[in-house]
Antibody
Framework: QVQLQQSGPGLVKPSQTLSLTCAIS??????????WNWIRQSPSRGLEWLGR?????????DYAVSVKSRITINSDTSKNQFSLQLNSVTPEDTAVYYC????????????WGQGTLVIVSS | QSVLTQPPSASATPGQRVTLSCSGS????????IYWYQQLPGTAPKLLIY???QRPSGVPDRFSGSKSGTSASLAISGLRSEDEADYYC???????????FGGGTKLTVL
C-alpha cells in the first residue's frame, strides 16, 4: 500500500522559499517504474502540475514552464522522500500543494499526499 | 485559462447517465492518453480513468472513459448522490512538455 506523507510550513513570507517534503512508504523514490510529482491547486489557477523527479539509471527532473526558473525537486534516497523548493514566492503561489506518484506507463497520479495549504503572506 | 476545456458545471438526477467533456488540441489530447480524476470537497483528487478508458482497481464500472480526436469524455451511469464532486481531465502536452489539467466540472446530483 503506497502512502505519501507531506510535511512543511503552511505560511511563507513573500520573496522567501517554499519548502515541502513528501515521505514515501510502500514504494521507492528510486523505482525505475515511477515518477514523483508536485501539483498545486488554487481557486484562481485550478490544478497545476509543477514538476517531477524520477530515476532511470540516473536522476531526472522536469518542470512546468510557468515555474521553471524558480523550482527545484530533489530526492533523498536515504529517507525515501522527495522535496519541493519554490523560490521568490508571491501571494500568487498561495495554494494547496500535493505530492503524487505516477506509475509510469500505467496509472497516472494514482497515489496522492494529503495536501498542504501554503499561504504566502507577510 | 486552462489548456484543456471542461464545462464548469453539470447536473443530473439519481439513476441517470451523465457525460462530462474535455476538449484540447493535437498537441495534448490528440496525441496522448487522457486521465480522469474525481475530487470530493477537502480531499485530494482520486484517479478514476487512466489511458483513456482503463479503470483502476476499486473504481465501479459505472465510470467509463473515451477519446476521439482532440476530445474526451467521462460517462457516469446509474448516477448516485455520492458522485457529486468535481471532475478533472488531464493529459501530457507535447509543446509544453508537461502535464496539463482541465478547469474541472462540478457535478451536481439533483
Amino acid at each position: 500500500q503506497v502512502q505519501l506523507q507531506q510535511s512543511g510550513p503552511g505560511l511563507v513570507k513573500p520573496s522567501q522559499t517554499l519548502s515541502l517534503t513528501c515521505a514515501i512508504s510502500g514504494d521507492s523514490v528510486s523505482s525505475n517504474s515511477a515518477a514523483w510529482n508536485w501539483i498545486r491547486q488554487s481557486p484562481s489557477r485550478g490544478l497545476e502540475w509543477l514538476g517531477r523527479t524520477y530515476y532511470r539509471s540516473k536522476w531526472y527532473s522536469d518542470y512546468a514552464v510557468s515555474v521553471k526558473s524558480r523550482i527545484t525537486i530533489n530526492s533523498d534516497t536515504s529517507k525515501n522522500q522527495f522535496s519541493l523548493q519554490l523560490n521568490s514566492v508571491t501571494p500568487e503561489d498561495t495554494a494547496v500543494y500535493y505530492c503524487a506518484r505516477d506509475a509510469s506507463g500505467g496509472p497516472l497520479f494514482d497515489h496522492w499526499g494529503q495536501g498542504t495549504l501554503v499561504i504566502v503572506s507577510s | 485559462q486552462s489548456v484543456l476545456t471542461q464545462p464548469p458545471s453539470a447536473s443530473a438526477t439519481p439513476g441517470q447517465r451523465v457525460t462530462l467533456s474535455c476538449s484540447g488540441s493535437s498537441s495534448n489530447i490528440g496525441s496522448n492518453y487522457i486521465y480522469w480524476y474525481q475530487q470530493l470537497p477537502g480531499t485530494a483528487p482520486k484517479l478514476l480513468i487512466y489511458r483513456n478508458n482503463q479503470r483502476p482497481s476499486g473504481v465501479p464500472d459505472r465510470f467509463s472513459g473515451s477519446k476521439s480526436g482532440t476530445s474526451a469524455s467521462l460517462a457516469i451511469s446509474g448516477l448516485r448522490s455520492e458522485d457529486e464532486a468535481d471532475y478533472y481531465c488531464t493529459t501530457w502536452n507535447d509543446s509544453l512538455s508537461g502535464w496539463v489539467f482541465g478547469g474541472g466540472t462540478k457535478l451536481t446530483v439533483l
